[in-house]
């Protein structure tokens, strides 16, 4: 089974601290992503990485950053946390490969996801 | 970029009934559609996706049809039940490169089926 673990399952932090939300994936996945979740607004791509210290921007990813120094582990950095950075935080793992599980679907497995609220 | 329309936001149906969702999209190369449910508390978890070469798809009650003219793919489930409840997300993919596949995600519907 593929499991991805997130490091806190809730978190509360003040205007401008420094956050680090991590994420580890252990079926060897080439891509990793980190979306926020807000109600009515669906699943918002913020970062995603295809390889290691590769990132690529998603369509949210004003005011947040990443770390991806080992393949298993990607890391959201929030240099300096704001109120409107209150979400639900979720990362998610897929292969590049039809061939390896699961099998024949690209599909994206997801963390626990984290609740930061910024106060 | 790509954009994801989803309706609607919410559904209430009877048990044993059908439930559609449907989803539009707006880059017209976009070649793969899955679909996640979320449980309350719980994590989005794919329950079927299709590509742009397929249709339609089936997996027992779950159906998922795509028309790539019209830009719009529809959620099928039949005979549904308690355990259906949750919200439904659609999503649309570029092959962004490298091998990944980038997700836009529609707004989600909130399904509810009531015994």
């Known amino acids: 089974d593929v499991k991805v673990t997130q490091s806190s399952r809730y978190l509360v932090k003040r205007t401008g601290e420094k956050v680090f939300l991590e994420c580890v994936q252990d079926?060897?996945?080439?891509?990793m992503f980190w979306y926020r979740q807000d109600p009515g607004l669906g699943l918002r791509l913020i970062y995603f990485?295809?390889?290691?210290?590769?990132?690529e921007k998603g369509d949210i990813p004003e005011g947040y950053s990443v770390s991806r120094e080992k393949k298993e582990r990607f890391s959201l950095i929030l240099e300096s946390a704001s109120t409107n950075q209150t979400s639900m935080y979720l990362c998610?793992?897929?292969?590049?490969?039809?061939?390896?599980?699961?099998?024949?679907?690209?599909?994206?497995?997801f963390g626990p996801g984290t609740r930061l609220t910024v106060t | 970029g790509e954009n994801v329309e989803q309706h609607p936001s919410t559904l209430s149906v009877q048990e044993g009934d059908s439930a559609v969702i449907k989803c539009t999209y707006s880059?017209?190369?976009?070649?793969?559609f899955p679909w996640y449910k979320q449980e309350l508390g719980k994590r989005p978890q794919l329950i079927i996706d299709?590509?742009?070469?397929?249709g339609e798809k089936k997996d027992q009650r779950i159906a998922v049809t795509l028309n790539k003219t019209a830009k719009h793919f529809s959620l099928h489930i039949t005979e549904t039940q308690p355990e259906d409840s949750a919200v439904y997300f659609c999503?649309?993919?570029?092959?962004?490169?490298?091998?990944?596949?980038?997700?836009?995600f529609g707004k989600g519907t909130k399904l509810s089926v009531i015994p």
């Open positions: 299709i590509r742009s070469n397929v």
């Open positions: 990485s295809y390889d290691v210290k590769m990132k």
């Open positions: 999503a649309a993919s570029l092959y962004s490169g490298a091998g990944s596949y980038q997700l836009t």
């Open positions: 998610a793992s897929s292969s590049n490969y039809l061939d390896r599980p699961p099998l024949g679907s690209y599909e994206q497995y």
């Open positions: 880059d017209s190369a976009s070649n793969y």
């Open positions: 079926m060897d996945h080439e891509n």
